[in-house]
């Protein structure tokens, strides 16, 4: 296990002071010294999925996405619901990765945090769906739904609820885990 596993965190909000980036924030924090992060950052970037201009490569900020998904070992999404699912840039940044296959076997962490009581659960049944028909490998112990989130962290973005921080270091452990057994492998 010499070499670091590459994680592409991606937060489906593009608000400045979203939960959901301060939670990714938390995460990489919490993270240990064998996983590294990128954090994808040109998620309003994208152009709306149309075919029709997904010739070649794709446009500039497509191929940007799908270079970094191909470059990571694993992925870490946490996203907020908007309007009972998916937000809408989060959902059209999947929709151009669905033919150019990144995600095919991707060791993937799922999370949905919101401050009501359902934690984003419509947001996370429904990104899980698009991730599984899109072939990502959503890791064993590799999805949480937290409820409450701005009563979970506080002001400097660190979790304040053992529980959730747990939950958060078991999640880190299943996919630093079967982003090794993928290296394994596959080399």
């Known amino acids: 296990m010499e070499n670091k596993i590459k994680v592409l965190a991606i937060s489906g909000s593009l608000r ?96 949905s945090a919101s401050p009501t009581p359902m934690g984003g659960d419509k947001a996370h049944a429904s990104l899980i769906l698009t991730l599984k028909m899109i072939n990502a490998e959503i890791v064993e112990g590799g999805t949480m739904i937290i409820p409450h989130i701005t009563l979970k962290l506080n002001h400097e973005g660190e979790i304040t609820n053992p529980e959730t921080k747990q939950g958060l270091l078991s999640l880190l452990h299943g996919l630093e885990q079967a982003s090794y057994h993928k290296k394994e492998n596959y080399n």
């Not at 950052?41 to 997904?54: A, E």
């Not at 619901?81 to 989060?90: D, Q, R, S």
């Open 16 to 111: 400045q002071k979203s939960s959901n980036t301060a939670l990714m924030n938390a995460i990489i924090a919490l993270a240990p010294d064998t996983m590294t992060f990128t954090i994808y950052r040109g998620l309003g970037d994208l152009p709306h999925f149309n075919p029709d201009i997904d010739l070649d490569e794709g446009p500039t900020p497509v191929r940007g996405l799908r270079t970094q998904l191909k470059e990571a070992d694993a992925v870490l999404i946490c996203t907020p619901e908007y309007g009972n699912g998916v937000p809408g840039v989060l959902k059209n940044a999947l929709d151009w990765i669905v033919s150019s296959g990144e995600f095919v076997n991707k060791p993937t962490a799922v999370i």
